[in-house]
C-alpha cells in the first residue's frame, strides 16, 4: 500500500507497519455518532487507542488471544476470510455483522457449543464476549502499528491484525462466526491428541512471535 495513504506516516526512529487507510478510519469513525470529531481527535492523537460503539457499524466478538488466533486462521486458511481484526490486552477482537452479538450465543447453544458449558464440547470453545447495542470497546490507534527502534522489542498489546482498509468493509454474521469456533475447537482438539507427553525440560526463552502471519485481503470474500 502506498504512504500517502496511510493515515499517519513512518516515526522517527521507527518500522512501519501498515496501519488503517483513510477509508478504513472514515468507517471506523462512523460508528460514533460525531464522525467528524472523532477524524479530528485522531488527527491529534493518531497513535492513542479508541473506544468505540457497537451495534451500528459493527458487532465485536471478543476472544482469549490464542483461541482467537485460531478461528482468524480457520476463517483464512478455510472460510470466507475476515472482517477487520485487532488484538488488544491480551484478547482478539474480530469485528462482525450488526447483530451478531445478539444471535452467536444463541447459536453455539442450539448447537452444544456454549461456551463454558458442562459438556466437553462447551469447554472446547472459551468465554466469548460478544458486543452489541449499547456497548463499546476500544480498539488499537488508527496510526500505523509502530516498534521503535533499538530499545523497544516489546510484543505491542494492541494492533491491529486486519485493519480496516474500505468504507465498507466485508463482515461475517453469527453463522460464519460459528463456524470458525467450531472449526477452532476441533482444531484444537486434535492438536492435544497429537501432542507427546509433556517431557522436555520448560524453555526460559520465549516463543517465537506469531504475529508475524500476513492475511492477504485480496482473498476476502
Known sequence: M?????????????????GVTPEGAAWLASAGAYPRSTRVLWEDRPTAP????CGAA????STPAVFGRHMLDRLWDEGPGSGPVAAHRGRILLFAAPGTAQRLPSLLEWEGWGSGGASDRGRAVPPLLCHGTGDAVTVPA???????????????DSRWLVAPDTREPWLPGPEVMLWASVRAARSAA?????????????????????????YDVSKRR
Open 142 to 156: 488508527p496510526a500505523p502499528v509502530v516498534a521503535v527502534a533499538p530499545a523497544a522489542t516489546h510484543r505491542l
Open 2 to 18: 502506498d504512504s500517502d495513504r496511510n493515515l499517519v506516516g513512518t516515526l522517527p526512529g521507527a518500522t512501519e507497519v501498515t
Open 190 to 214: 486434535r492438536r492435544r491428541l497429537s501432542e507427546p507427553c509433556p517431557a522436555a525440560p520448560i524453555s526460559i526463552f520465549p516463543p517465537a512471535d506469531q504475529d508475524a502471519k500476513v
Open 50 to 53: 479508541v473506544v468505540l460503539a
Open 58 to 61: 459493527f458487532d465485536v466478538v
